[in-house]
């Protein structure tokens, strides 16, 4: 079935540190890809997302890039912040289906 | 502002009680979704609903009951044969069929003693 693969936390980084987090994920169908980052005691909140091969998605710094090749969507961010401390989500959602499928997140905590 | 509630943010329960948890969205959104996540993992899908009167089994539907009588109202019941109800429930909606961003309200943590 479908599933998605995130590279397993915690992940801790300086500030200003280059960030990336990888996710893969099952190739049934053309699924749309989505990152997702959820705040202490929050819900989710969408990062960016990316609905055909080669899109790249960005927001707020952040950027991920659908690979067909390698069935891949890794987030990336050239400099952190405090403030990007978070879980984040990497999810998919294939054909006409609504529902997504997400992977098991990754706590990122950034240092002063 | 358009949105989605979840309410109470905190509920505690003794073992053995069913308890509602509520969902609203004034988003005007088609389908509405509910999730369970447990520390360290994925949300994984408990029930959701494409359209008023009609909702679908997720993947661990065992021991939830929804209803949806209102396209702006998604209750999830935790009744008393989910086996280990604790944990933080999140609401989502959808809109339209083609719509891909799944909206998600701020949580609801459940706490059975």
């Known amino acids: 079935g479908d599933s998605v693969t995130q590279m397993e936390g915690p992940v801790t980084l300086s500030e200003e540190a280059f960030l990336t987090i990888n996710c893969t994920y099952t190739?049934?169908?053309?699924?749309?890809l989505f990152w997702y980052v959820q705040y202490p005691g929050e819900g989710l909140q969408l990062l960016l997302k990316?609905?055909?091969?080669?899109d790249k998605g960005s927001n707020k710094g952040f950027e991920a890039t659908y690979r067909k090749e390698t069935t891949s969507f890794h987030l990336e961010k050239g400099s952190v912040q405090v403030s990007d401390s978070a879980v984040y989500f990497c999810a998919r959602r294939a054909g006409s289906a609504r529902q997504l499928t997400f992977g098991s997140g990754t706590q990122l905590t950034v240092l002063p | 502002d358009g949105g989605i509630t979840q309410s109470p943010k905190y509920l505690f329960r003794k073992e053995g009680q069913n308890v509602t948890l509520s969902c609203e969205q004034n988003l005007n959104h088609d389908a509405m979704y509910w999730y369970r996540q447990d520390p360290g993992q994925g949300l994984r899908l408990i029930y959701y609903?494409?359209?008023?009167?009609?909702?679908q089994k997720g993947d661990i539907a065992e021991g939830y009951s929804v209803s949806r009588e209102k396209k702006e109202s998604f209750p999830l019941t935790v009744t008393s044969a989910q086996k280990n109800p604790t944990a933080f429930y999140l609401c989502?909606?959808?809109?339209?069929?083609?719509?891909?961003?799944?909206?998600f309200g701020p949580g609801t943590r459940l706490t059975v003693l």
């Open positions: 609903s494409q359209i008023v009167n009609d909702f």
């Open positions: 190739a049934t169908g053309y699924p749309s």
């Open positions: 989502a909606s959808t809109l339209g069929p083609n719509g891909n961003e799944q909206f």
């Open positions: 990316a609905t055909k091969a080669d």
